[in-house]
């Protein structure tokens, strides 16, 4: 203990400071249970500040990854559902192919009207191969009939295409698949955030352009350049021959609509994109017409 006067260490059972005098009373003993409380206290705010940030580190990690395992899956469902089509004319000038989307379990694919020949449209035979989800590589190979609404489809440039059959090589003697089967179909209902497409957002597009072999799927990103009117988007992302009836999608992988043709001139060119206005447009319009 020591005097609270003079600060002299009082020895035990004194009952006065031998230096100053003053009474044992007015002397009190360090608080020592008080020091441990503090460094227990201090310890323990240590312990519980390191476990916080733990925790913290351990869930930002665990929303990350479950965060790519969405975006990797979303990726793989769009990249299941966008085929690559090639359809067969009077004559090999006049075949033709592009993209399409797989809307149906049994087969329907939406695309663009003109990669049908146009002079062999009622009895043009056409091939729907299926890509590698992982690699955009070929995979599997049916055959389909184009399905063509006199007039719409070439007010709308748009057009179906059903899956009848697998393609089976006679001298092979493989078939490239297997028919009837559930395909995998494109559902922008779990994608969908916003509808409403503005300038400057992110577009993504879907297709087998010719300028990267026209027989994997390719990947382009660009943005929402332009709204020209009549229901048209313009884009950056890089659109070319094949591109045709492929996907366009947004950030979130939200349908916006099919990559159609190109526009440009000898510096720089363009992308046009068919909104879903107009694909609600054709849809109702068929649905009107009568039986």
Do not use: W
Request: hydrophobic content about 35%; some cysteine.
């Amino acid at each position: 203990m020591f005097c609270t006067n003079c600060g002299n260490e009082i020895k035990e059972n004194e009952k006065f400071c031998t230096k100053c005098g003053n009474g044992v009373s007015s002397i009190q003993a360090p608080q020592t249970s008080q020091i441990k409380k503090s460094k227990n206290l201090f310890t323990n705010r240590k312990f519980i500040i390191g476990a916080s940030i733990f925790i913290l580190v351990v869930a930002f990690l665990l929303f990350y990854q479950d965060q790519e395992s969405v975006t990797t899956q979303r990726n793989q469902d769009i990249t299941s559902a966008v085929v690559n089509i090639y359809c067969t004319g009077d004559s090999e000038e006049e075949s033709s192919g592009g993209s399409g989307t797989i809307f149906s379990e049994d087969g329907m694919v939406l695309t663009n009207a003109h990669i049908i020949p146009q002079t062999a449209q009622g009895d043009a035979q056409c091939i729907v191969i299926l890509p590698d989800p992982v690699t955009g590589s070929a995979d599997e190979m049916y055959l389909a009939y184009p399905i063509v609404v006199p007039e719409l489809s070439e007010n709308y440039d748009l057009a179906f295409i059903q899956i009848h059959d697998v393609y089976y090589d006679q001298e092979e003697g493989i078939a490239y698949g297997e028919y009837p089967k559930k395909f995998p179909t494109y559902n922008g209902n779990q994608y969908c955030k916003n509808e409403n497409v503005q300038l400057g957002e992110s577009v993504r597009i879907y297709g087998y352009p010719a300028i990267s072999g026209g027989y994997s799927l390719t990947v382009t990103d660009g943005i929402v350049s332009s709204f020209p009117g009549e229901g048209l988007i313009i884009t950056s992302a890089k659109i070319s021959y094949g591109n045709s009836g492929g996907l366009a999608v947004d950030r979130y992988g939200c349908m916006i609509g099919i990559p159609s043709m190109v526009t440009g001139d000898e510096n720089e060119s363009l992308g046009i994109i068919i909104s879903n206005d107009l694909i609600s447009s054709f849809a109702d319009e068929i649905s009107n017409l009568p039986e």
